[in-house]
């Protein structure tokens, strides 16, 4: 089941990014063991009563003049109404009621997505409490009052958000159709692709305020399959700063990658890899999805025989964090190696999905540490004891070892590759736990 998206949304400094730090906590830190993966301060993965979300905060760009900031908050409520499950609105107690905060109320409530009203910086209630009375003027329902800084009366407005939840929740779980995230950078071609496999021009996304998140799903039926494509185009308005594109098309690919089983990376052939690249994949990558590289364009490339080769590299080298994706060269333009696109997600679906029987696992691993000696360290040496396969989507392990300190992440990385020597696993990540067992 896909994960809901929150989107937190407010003016600038009513504190929204401490809310979400808040809310965060350390989980936004760079995760260790997939080296090359930025982990962008724009997202995060929140549990709180049984429910796993994700929240993205829409900050950025904090200008001065008031003409500026309704702009970019209408841009922040823009990307909020199209991407999220449920929106917080947060605003700030102390600075009372603004004639900025009844314009975004206004946009917000036409979008139809369930809204929570947070009113921030109420570090004592008893004292705030009459202040907090006057957002009922915005016809949001309820105010949360909280404090951000202080964690205060977080609990009671995390009750409110996943209270939304349910049917949605409910709704991704029953529909068992392959689903696959077209991501990527703005103009590299994601919606052209959907276009061409449809076999017709239809525009899939529209930039205006209030387009449901619905509209960016392409059903293509295909040899008596369905397939869902999530298309993850649009807001792509000349005039924005390189920082906030890439802050949108970064929020816009979590809440597409959330719904998918396969993501296609959509990469430009004619400006090769870039790092925007590289953190939209790291997205699919911590998520577990799997996962095609596309080169688009590949027809307007001046090729020679060693042109393949040398991209290929490139790419494998800028993506080494995934060496388990599948590199293929399409054009959207001329439909070349499309059909293709097709078989290569069929394939990866099956892997995402695949089990391996136990005793199997577990001939590969004692293979594995008689070619190769586990690590010790003073006098101590790893043991393994066990593998067993736990869950698919993505193909889950647990290994039972003596010292979970041994267990280095290079030799987990050499049992993953004779997994993979045996299995194949093409286009997937693996998930390995450690676990520890006392020796008898």
């Known amino acids: 089941m896909s994960r809901p998206v929150v989107a937190i949304v407010g003016r600038p400094n009513v504190g929204k990014s401490t809310l979400f730090n808040t809310l965060a906590g350390d989980r936004i830190s760079i995760v260790q063991d997939t080296p090359g993966v930025t982990r962008d301060r724009i997202y995060a993965d929140v549990t709180w009563l049984n429910y796993n979300f994700t929240i993205v905060d829409t900050?950025?760009?904090?200008?001065?003049?008031?003409?500026?900031?309704?702009?970019?908050?209408?841009?922040?409520?823009?990307?909020?109404?199209?991407?999220a499950d449920v929106i917080m609105f947060v605003t700030d107690v102390r600075q009372g009621l603004v004639d900025a905060d009844g314009k975004v109320a206004d946009m917000l409530r036409r979008s139809k997505k369930p809204i929570v009203l947070v009113v921030n910086k109420v570090d004592n209630?008893?004292?705030?409490?009459?202040?907090v009375y006057e957002f009922y003027n915005l016809g949001l329902g309820d105010p949360q009052p909280i404090s951000a800084a202080s964690q205060l009366g977080l609990g009671d407005m995390l009750d409110e958000v996943v209270k939304h939840f349910g049917e949605n929740a409910l709704n991704e779980e029953e529909d068992e159709r392959p689903r696959i995230a077209i991501i990527g950078k703005p103009n590299v071609g994601k919606s052209s692709i959907i276009n061409k496999l449809l076999g017709e021009d239809r525009v899939i996304v529209s930039n205006i305020a209030g387009t449901t998140r619905d509209a960016i799903d392409t059903t293509i039926k295909r040899n008596g399959t369905e397939y869902v494509f999530i298309d993850t185009a649009g807001l792509r308005r000349k005039n924005k700063i390189?920082?906030?594109i890439e802050r949108y098309s970064i929020i816009r690919t979590v809440s597409a990658v959330e719904r998918c089983n396969v993501a296609v990376l959509v990469i430009?052939?004619?400006?090769?890899?870039?790092?925007?690249?590289?953190?939209?994949?790291?997205?699919?990558?911590?998520?577990?999805?799997?996962?095609?590289?596309a080169v688009n364009k590949w027809d307007a490339i001046e090729k020679n025989d060693k042109t393949m080769k040398k991209f290929t590299e490139d790419v494998r080298e800028k993506l080494s964090y995934m060496p388990y994706a599948e590199l293929l060269f399409i054009s959207a333009e001329t439909g070349q190696r499309l059909p293709k696109l097709f078989e290569t997600i069929d394939m990866v679906i099956e892997n995402h999905s695949l089990r391996v029987a136990t005793g199997v696992l577990n001939e590969i691993m004692a293979e594995a540490v008689a070619l190769n000696q586990p690590p010790s360290d003073k006098g101590k040496r790893l043991r393994l004891y066990y593998i067993t396969?736990?869950?698919?989507?993505?193909?889950?392990?647990v290994i039972f070892v003596n010292d979970k300190e041994l267990m280095h992440f290079s030799y987990t990385r050499y049992i993953e590759n004779?997994?993979?020597?045996?299995?194949g696993f093409k286009g997937t990540p693996l998930k390995f736990i450690i676990r520890e067992r006392k020796e008898k």
């Open 242 to 244: 390189k920082e906030e």
């Open 59 to 83: 900050g950025g760009i904090e200008p001065e003049s008031n003409d500026i900031i309704l702009k970019s908050m209408r841009e922040q409520a823009e990307i909020a109404i199209e991407t």
């Open 268 to 293: 430009d052939a004619t400006e090769g890899i870039t790092d925007q690249d590289t953190k939209i994949a790291g997205i699919a990558h911590e998520r577990g999805k799997g996962m095609i590289i």
């Open 418 to 423: 004779k997994i993979r020597e045996a299995f």
């Open 389 to 397: 396969q736990v869950s698919v989507k993505p193909p889950t392990f």
């Open 125 to 131: 209630f008893e004292k705030f409490m009459p202040d």
